[in-house]
């Protein structure tokens, strides 16, 4: 006899919606972020160049992030 299915354990489309439109909007906010604080490090230290550091890092960031969101997505589908 099947076990009954606990309704949290469904996943609907609506969150299936929401987790992967995280996934594609991690990316551009990270590298948003990271440009903007490198800029603010650029004002503060008077320098020319932090600028570049913020936004690999964050790109790096946020790269980071979406795979660990892929592999943690690929992990409950299953």
Known sequence: MPEPQNPR???????????????????????????????????????KWLYLVGLLFGAVVGFAQMIRMAVGAYKSDK
């Open 9 to 47: 354990d469904k996943k609907t489309p609506l969150v299936a919606l929401a987790r992967y439109s995280e996934m594609g909007f991690i990316i551009p906010a990270a590298v948003l972020l990271g440009f903007f604080l490198g800029k603010l490090a650029d004002y503060w230290l008077h320098t």
